[in-house]
């Protein structure tokens, strides 16, 4: 099943509670929350109290992307917020096994990210252990990116690694998601799809998500 997960990113945060309203009537099946540090990535973003403040105006899911260094002291206050999925960088995590073990333990769906130089195989231990891995296809920091080519063999050497140990893990992709390339990340086998910039740049948030979603089913 395919899932479209809309960046708040790209939204107009001026107006943050009627775009998130937007999406969800649009047909999103998850909100997708960048929160960004300045340190992990060269950008700062939202915190835990948006996350609050999105939980009070959507029943989706809340995909929680940490691109934060340290994210074991900030996990609690995310989940504490409504977070219903909180994904953490491989790269910005030393034990991460355990960071996912917190996740869970605070009824929450755990993710890992791996930014587009990393490759797949640092996920090979932890895979038996994620609700949820997320394969960035741009540098993290800034939507609005282009999809980097590269990672489309990473998203289907994943593919079959979760096939053959028959696991219950979904695949998502984040960065330079468009109703043009859906189809192609699709058939790599990606079943949900981070848009920002292609979500909220266009006027009907709906078209465009019933679109990325027909692309990337046909
Ligand atoms: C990038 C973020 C993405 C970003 C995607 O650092 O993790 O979620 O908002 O934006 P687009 O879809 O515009 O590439
Ligand atoms: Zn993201």
């Known amino acids: 099943m395919i ?3 809309p960046s708040i990113l790209s939204a107009d945060f001026a107006r943050l509670g009627e775009e ?3 999406i969800e009537k649009g047909g999103a099946d998850y909100v997708h929350v960048d929160v960004m540090d300045g340190h992990f ?15 009070r105006v959507t029943r989706l899911p809340l995909d929680v992307h940490l691109m934060i260094e ?19 960088h491989q790269e910005a995590v030393p034990h991460l096994h355990r960071t996912v073990q917190l996740i869970r333990s605070l009824g929450k769906k755990a993710g890992v990210s791996i930014n587009p130089a990393t490759p797949v195989s640092t996920l090979e231990v932890i895979l038996d252990e994620v609700d949820l891995v997320l394969i ?14 590269a990672c489309l063999g990473k998203i289907t050497a994943l593919r079959r690694e979760i096939e053959r140990r028959g696991l219950n893990v979904e695949l998502e992709v984040d960065g330079g998601v468009k109703t043009e390339n859906i ?36």
């Open 3 to 5: 899932k479209i997960s």
């Open 20 to 22: 998130i309203q937007a």
């Open 41 to 55: 990535v060269p950008n700062i973003t939202i915190g835990p109290l948006v996350v609050e403040a999105a939980r």
């Open 70 to 88: 340290n994210p074991d002291l900030y996990i609690p206050e995310f989940a504490r917020a409504g977070a219903d999925i909180i994904t953490v």
């Open 136 to 149: 960035m296809s741009v540098n993290p920091g800034f939507g609005g990116q282009s999809f980097i080519p």
């Open 183 to 218: 189809g192609e990340i699709a058939a790599a086998g990606a079943d949900v799809f981070v848009a920002g910039s292609a979500v909220f740049g266009t006027a009907d948030y709906g078209a465009t998500i019933g679109r990325l979603r027909e692309n990337a089913s046909s």
